[in-house]
């Protein structure tokens, strides 16, 4: 089935286009689609005021203004719908302007002999068709429509409502099993095991959060409530923090009397460093090898001091530092 010659508007559908055109508080209301199998012999679209043999029609499934002067009318022709025909004509009604209780034909299009035939419904061959028209108005015309109720989507709806990641049903945790955003467990006892034990741990599912007590080591626990806690009763390695490519500006560089061959000291600034941190200082290979900066730094609250034996003449950049604990 072929439409290539598009929709045309008709004689009517260009008068009540006009009509709301010229004045902004008139409506162009679309009612109905309808499907004919009649030949033109010979006429022409934009004088016809009806379908030269209709078949069926269609509610409304469709309703978009576009933002290029255009707006999009469709429809979705079921396969439970009359057949038995070929499908050569379709219309667009709407009402008139001036008159909402008369209906026009606001746009028709005629197939010709490039008409597909539809079986009958109830056969075994089931033919549905989804039909979007793109209508030329201008700017600020108000369209409505006499849109059909049923359950049918368009593609892009159905698209739309797939990628919807914000429970568009809004299914609650108890009809899928699932627990409340914010539940508690039962008492773990100190063998990991439910029970009413003192010395338990209770958990909430609230940003997971430990509410009350901790599970002991010797029941599979952390006997802790923070990360820095567990590595420490657990023997792991310290929290590690890693810092690349710091800039170190000569003006950082104040005379300094904890080292005698090292009278100048630098105040890194760095954040998650304690005066208990363990500090490494990976040197560039040309200040490493320049004699300039002592082989030790100190970690103080909030950063590390370089130690030098005179004030460099530029800035710095230090290519990995490594704190531990």
């Not at 006499?146 to 159905?158: A, K, N, Q």
């Amino acid at each position: 089935m072929s439409f290539s010659g598009g929709l045309y508007l008709t004689n009517s559908g260009r008068l009540a286009l006009s009509k709301v055109q010229a004045d902004s508080t008139k409506t162009l209301h679309f009612t109905k689609f309808a499907f004919g199998d009649g030949a033109l012999n010979g006429g022409l679209e934009i004088e016809r005021t009806s379908l030269v043999n209709r078949k069926d029609t269609s509610n409304i499934t469709r309703l978009r203004v576009n933002g290029d002067n255009t707006c999009t009318v469709g429809t979705k022709r079921l396969g439970n719908a009359v057949g038995g025909y070929y499908l050569r004509e379709i219309g667009l009604y709407a009402k008139d302007p001036d008159n909402g209780n008369n209906e026009i034909l606001y746009g028709y299009a005629n197939a010709g002999d490039d008409a597909q035939y539809i079986p009958a419904s109830g056969g075994a061959e089931i033919v549905e068709k989804t039909i979007n028209i793109i209508i030329s108005i201008s700017n600020g015309t108000s369209v409505t429509a006499t849109l059909s109720t049923g359950v049918y989507v368009t593609p892009e709806e159905f698209e739309a409502h797939v990628n919807d990641k914000n429970n568009p049903h809004g299914v609650t945790a108890a009809q899928i099993s699932a627990a409340e955003a914010n539940h508690t467990h039962g008492a773990i006892t100190n063998d990991g095991k439910i029970g009413t034990d003192a010395n338990k741990a209770v958990f909430t599912g609230e940003d997971g959060a430990l509410k009350a007590g901790t599970l002991p080591i010797a029941a599979g626990g952390t006997g802790a409530v923070t990360a820095d806690a567990a590595r420490e009763n657990l023997g792991a390695q310290k929290k590690r923090l890693t810092f690349v490519n710091t800039n170190v500006a000569a003006s950082a560089w104040a005379a300094d009397e904890t080292y005698t061959d090292y009278p100048y000291r630098a105040a890194i600034p760095l954040t998650g460093v304690t005066a208990a941190s363990f500090a490494e200082v990976v040197l560039s290979p040309a200040d490493a090898v320049s004699g300039v900066y002592a082989p030790v730094c100190q970690t103080y609250a909030g950063g590390i001091y370089l130690y030098a034996n005179t004030v460099p003449s530029a800035a710095m950049t230090i290519p990995a530092i490594v704190i531990w604990g």
